[in-house]
T-cell receptor
Framework: EDQVTQSPEALRLQEGESSSLNCSYT??????LFWYRQDPGKGPEFLFT???AGEEKEKERLKATLTKKESFLHITAPKPEDSATYLC?????????FGPGTRLSVLP | NAGVMQNPRHLVRRRGQEARLRCSPM?????VYWYRQLPEEGLKFMVY????????ESGMPKERFSAEFPKEGPSILRIQQVVRGDSAAYFC?????????????????FGPGTRLTVL
């Protein structure tokens, strides 16, 4: 069965303390790996799409990387406004499978 | 360019009533996905539709749930005879193209969700 797992489940950082979130997937025929940010009570907000191992994408303090079995979302010098749940998802043709998310809290 | 719109944002129903959730995709998008999210859980795929066609409904319960995306108007997710276990946030997402085609750009864009509470 195609699965997406994320770790840690929750992460608490001090402002400025860099860290990484992990997304692991077991797939057959992975098409793409997606990262979203979700704030409480809102819909997921698209961040990145990665398609091939070795690919990297950056946006402000976030950088996403992809290997053959996992993806990392690196957060450099986070700020309190980066607090949210970060979701990763993969698609296999037409199907999209989401991981359970990592709840990130950045303390001032 | 308006984003994905969903309404109502909050819906309260009593057990046995019908719930009707609407989703208007982004302009130019003809592909719609519905997901359900329970508290502290991830998004679970329900159904994928194109205009006038259901492409994949493998994640949708066989009974009481139905979805449509007519030629004109929004996509509708309909839940008949709701039960307490149907209480959840329902999200719709849209994309401009069939996923899996060469050239990338499979990302989906989500609406704000409808929070269904069944009393």
């Amino acid at each position: 069965e195609d699965q997406v797992t994320q770790s840690p489940e929750a992460l608490r950082l001090q402002e400025g303390e860099s860290s990484s979130l992990n997304c692991s997937y077991t797939v057959s025929g992975l098409r793409g790996l997606f990262w979203y940010r979700q704030d409480p009570g809102k819909g997921p907000e698209f961040l990145f799409t990665l398609y091939s191992a070795g690919e990297e994408k950056e946006k402000e303090r976030l950088k996403a990387t992809l290997t053959k079995k996992e993806s990392f979302l690196h957060i450099t010098a986070p700020k309190p406004e980066d607090s949210a749940t970060y979701l990763c998802a993969s698609n296999y043709g037409q199907n999209f499978v989401f991981g359970p998310g990592t709840r990130l809290s950045v303390l001032p | 360019n308006a984003g994905v719109m969903q309404n109502p944002r909050h819906l309260v129903r009593r057990r046995g009533q019908e719930a009707r959730l609407r989703c208007s995709p982004m302009k130019g998008h003809s592909h719609v996905y519905w997901y359900r999210q329970l508290p502290e859980e991830g998004l679970k795929f329900m159904v994928y539709l194109q205009k006038e066609n259901i492409i994949d409904e493998s994640g949708m319960p066989k009974e009481r749930f139905s979805a449509e995306f007519p030629k004109e108007g929004p996509s509708i997710l309909r839940i008949q005879q709701v039960v307490r276990g149907d209480s959840a946030a329902y999200f719709c997402a849209s994309s401009p193209r069939l996923p899996g085609l060469a050239g990338g750009r499979d990302e989906q864009f989500f609406g704000p969700g409808t929070r269904l509470t069944v009393l």
